[in-house]
Each structure stands twice: as structure tokens, then as C-alpha cells.
């Protein structure tokens, strides 16, 4: 005798402990929400809640590698760097973004305990993959000097040729000064940092994306 088996469908009704919480209505209150995603980067941009997969090891490596060229500054200021592994909150959105590398003071600002806020930092890095172009060549610039933040460096392997770009002076929203070297050139990060970067430093990262199947 054959016995039928049927599919039990999952009970998503709210249960008494849940049923009076209000759901999410923003972005950030949906960041706010999520439970621990390992292996996972959340963050907020332009309104949407995005969740990506970490870096390969190519691009860890390109964030350390200069998080120690920049080790002079560090130890010899009150400074502290950060390699894709803390959240920072943008000042007047409130929203999360979580940048390649943060260089902030000791004593930055918090929102929470866990986010550094925008106003307080002295520089961010993306290094842009081929899933983040768009928003780190297009949204991400004007997010941070929103926010304030005064430098921004973009590393970008993925364009031919493949280029380092110091934006500064954030204005309204935008930065209005641009320097772009194609990669291995030396590039002069300004004010605050005031550092002049070997960029031949991401010349690893160069060489994976480069070789990365399309």
C-alpha cells in the first residue's frame, strides 16, 4: 500500500512574541534587523539594502597591503585603520555603508557601538570588483562626501587601463578636486592625510582580475 506524502509548507504566522513588533519601513531599519551574516557585506546605497559577498583574497590583500604603506601615519598620529571589517554610519542619512579601508582617528565618533561616523573620518578606500562598478565609481563618491568624509581613494582594477583616483574638497554633496594615475604610478593623497602612495601596491589585484574568467 503506497502512502501519500505531502509537503509540509512552513507556518509563517507571526508568533505572540512577534506579532506586536513593528516590521522594518526603511532600509536602515531593515540593516538594523538582519541577523549576523558571515561571509556577507550589508550596507545601504541610495536607498536600497544591499548584501554582497567579501572580497577575494586579492582585494583583502590590496586593503592591508595599504593599511601598512600608511603605517608611518598610523603610528606616529592617533590613528587607526580598518580593512572592510567596520560599518560606517553616513552623517544626515544615517545610513550604513561599509567601505574597502577606513582611516580614522582614535577617538572618531560612533553611532552605536558599532559604527564610525562619517564626519570623524580622515579617508575611505573602495576597491572596486566587477559586481561593484556602479556604485563604486558613481554612488558611492557622493555618499561619502555627503557625509563628509574629506578624502576618498577609488582603486579601480577593472578599468583598462586600470587607475587609482584621490577624490577630495567634498562640497554639497560632491567632491570637487580629482586626481587619477594609471596603477603603479605614485598618486599625492592631500589634506588631512597628506601621503604621497606607491599605487604599484595593487599591482596583485591588477594581475587576478585580469586573469578572472568573464
Known amino acids: 500500500m503506497e502512502t501519500a506524502l505531502r509537503r509540509r509548507h512552513a507556518d509563517l504566522r507571526p508568533s505572540p512574541e512577534t506579532a506586536s513588533r513593528r516590521l522594518p519601513h526603511t532600509p536602515r531599519e531593515l540593516f538594523d534587523a538582519l541577523p549576523s551574516l558571515p561571509g556577507l557585506r550589508a550596507e545601504v546605497i541610495d536607498g536600497r539594502l544591499v548584501v554582497s559577498p567579501l572580497g577575494t583574497p586579492e582585494y583583502a590583500r590590496a586593503a592591508m597591503l595599504l593599511s601598512l ?10 590613528l587607526e585603520a580598518y580593512t572592510s571589517n567596520v560599518a560606517v554610519c553616513v552623517d544626515g542619512s544615517y545610513d550604513p555603508v561599509v567601505p574597502d579601508f577606513v582611516l580614522a582617528r582614535t577617538d572618531c565618533p560612533r553611532w552605536g557601538a558599532r559604527e564610525l561616523l562619517s564626519s570623524g573620518l580622515l ?13 563604486d565609481r558613481d554612488r558611492k563618491p557622493d555618499i561619502y562626501a555627503s557625509g563628509g568624509v574629506p578624502v576618498m581613494l577609488l582603486v579601480d582594477p577593472v578599468a583598462t587601463p586600470a587607475t587609482v583616483t584621490v577624490l577630495s574638497d567634498p ?13 603603479g604610478s605614485h598618486l599625492h593623497i592631500p589634506e588631512p592625510v597628506d601621503f604621497t602612495l606607491d599605487t604599484s601596491i595593487f599591482a596583485n589585484i ?3 582580475t585580469s586573469t578572472t574568467p568573464a
Open 69 to 78: 604603506r600608511l603605517s608611518p601615519l598610523i603610528t606616529d598620529g592617533d
Open 206 to 208: 591588477q594581475d587576478a
Open 123 to 135: 579617508m575611505v578606500a573602495e576597491i572596486v570588483s566587477p559586481g561593484s562598478v556602479t556604485d
Open 171 to 183: 562640497k554639497e554633496g560632491a567632491y570637487r578636486t580629482s586626481t587619477r594615475v594609471e596603477m
